[in-house]
């Protein structure tokens, strides 16, 4: 059974920071592309950044020079380093595994709560 379990969401102030964790189990987890999302209400899901095993990113134009996402193969772990958070940034985070063919399959997780504000 795959799980992807994020931690870390809650309550900042602007300019602070957070640290999101997402740990998957139940997946060969260096095959999969790790990414992390944000759905704010009354938005669609978009893509915040996603890293592959070999440690290549890709990330919104938005949170560069302030999110971070790395992995940990050794742990099957990734992570989101936010700084300088902005009340923008307010949404549901979720962590994703993308195995990048069908037969692999593309897991979600169930979401953390990140609000920004003063």
């Known amino acids: 059974q795959v799980q992807l379990v994020e931690s870390g969401g809650g309550l900042v102030q602007p300019g602070g920071s957070l640290r999101l964790s997402c740990a998957a189990s139940g997946i060969i987890f260096n095959i999969y592309v790790m990414g992390w999302y944000r759905q704010a209400p009354g938005k669609q899901r978009e893509l915040v950044a996603k890293i592959t095993s070999g440690g290549f990113i890709t990330c919104a134009d938005s949170v560069k020079g302030r999110f971070t996402i790395s992995r940990d193969n050794a742990k099957n772990m990734v992570y989101l380093q936010m700084n300088s958070l902005k009340p923008e940034d307010t949404a549901v985070y979720y962590c994703?595994?993308?195995?990048?063919?069908?037969?692999?399959?593309?897991?979600w997780g169930q979401g953390t709560q990140v609000t920004v504000s003063s």
């Open positions: 994703n595994a993308d195995g990048l063919r069908v037969s692999r399959g593309n897991y």
